[in-house]
C-alpha cells in the first residue's frame, strides 16, 4: 500500500456542486494532516490543517478518520476558481520524520 | 512581508553538469525544505534544514545534496545531472523543526536537462 494515496482524478463537477475526495494514508502514526492546494504551474499553497475534530473554512470541510486512515475534505458551492489540483500531505513524528505529498486529486469546475 | 523566493526561476543544463538552486526562507522561518516534483510523480521530498543542519533527506541519491546558510537561505545542489532530473524544484520554509509546522512554499526553479 502506497504511503499516501489519492484519486488523481480528474472531477469535473459543474459549479455550485458540493464535491469530496479522500486521500488514504498508511502510518497510523501520522501526526498531522494538511490539503494544499496546486494551481497549474504554480507552487502549492496550504488551503487547511486537519484536526482530529473536523475544522471548517467558509465552503471547504476538512476531516480525519484515525480508525480508517484517511483525510477527506469537502467543498460546498463550488466555484470556478476552485479548479485547481489538490494535495493532500501527511507528517509522520517518527524516527524519519518524513513529510509526504500525495500525487493530488485535479478538480475542474464547470460553467 | 515578502514570501519564499527561489532562484532562479528556470535554468537549462545538458547531462553530466552540476547545478546549484538558491531559497530564501520567509523572514523568521529557520526550516527549509526542498522537494521536487517531477511529471507524474507528484511532490517528492529531498531534504529538510533546521538551525543549518540536515534533519532528514529523501530517497535521492548522494550527488543531491545542501546546505543552509547562517541567514536561513538554502543551496541546492546537484551533480552529474541526469535527464530525469528535469522537474520543477521547490522550497518550502516553516517556523522551527517541528514537521507539523505550516509550509510556505516559493515559486519553484523549473529546471531542464538536455
Known amino acids: 500500500r502506497k504511503e499516501v494515496e489519492q484519486d488523481p482524478g480528474p472531477f469535473n463537477v459543474p459549479e455550485g456542486a458540493t464535491v469530496a475526495f479522500n486521500c488514504t494514508y498508511s502510518?497510523?502514526?501520522?501526526?498531522?494532516f494538511f490539503w494544499y492546494r496546486q494551481d497549474c504551474r504554480k507552487e502549492p499553497k496550504l488551503l487547511m490543517s486537519?484536526?482530529?475534530s473536523g475544522n471548517e473554512d467558509g465552503r471547504f470541510t476538512a476531516q480525519l478518520n484515525r480508525a480508517s486512515q484517511y483525510i477527506s475534505l469537502l467543498i460546498r458551492d463550488s466555484k470556478l476558481s476552485d479548479s485547481a489540483t489538490y494535495l493532500c500531505?501527511?507528517?509522520?513524528?517518527?524516527?524519519?520524520?518524513?513529510?509526504?505529498f500525495g500525487k493530488g486529486t485535479r478538480l475542474h469546475i464547470l460553467p | 512581508e515578502a514570501g519564499v523566493t527561489q532562484s532562479p526561476t528556470h535554468l537549462i543544463k545538458t547531462r553530466g553538469q552540476q547545478v546549484t538552486l538558491r531559497c530564501s526562507p520567509i523572514?523568521?522561518?529557520?526550516?527549509v525544505y526542498w522537494y521536487q516534483q517531477a511529471l507524474g510523480l507528484g511532490l517528492q521530498f529531498l531534504l529538510w534544514?533546521?538551525?543549518?543542519?540536515?534533519?532528514n533527506r529523501g530517497n535521492f541519491p548522494p550527488r543531491f545534496s545542501g546546505r543552509q546558510f547562517p541567514n536561513y537561505s538554502s543551496e541546492l545542489n546537484v551533480n552529474a545531472l541526469e535527464l530525469e532530473d528535469s522537474a520543477l524544484y521547490l522550497c518550502?520554509?516553516?517556523?522551527?523543526?517541528?514537521?507539523?509546522?505550516?509550509?510556505?512554499f516559493g515559486p519553484g526553479t523549473r529546471l531542464t536537462v538536455l
Open positions: 518550502a520554509s516553516s517556523l522551527g523543526q517541528i514537521t507539523t509546522d505550516t509550509q510556505y
Open positions: 502510518n497510523s502514526a501520522s501526526q498531522s
Open positions: 486537519v484536526y482530529s
Open positions: 500531505v501527511v507528517n509522520n513524528l517518527n524516527r524519519d520524520d518524513k513529510i509526504i
Open positions: 523572514s523568521g522561518h529557520t526550516s
Open positions: 534544514y533546521d538551525e543549518g543542519e540536515e534533519r
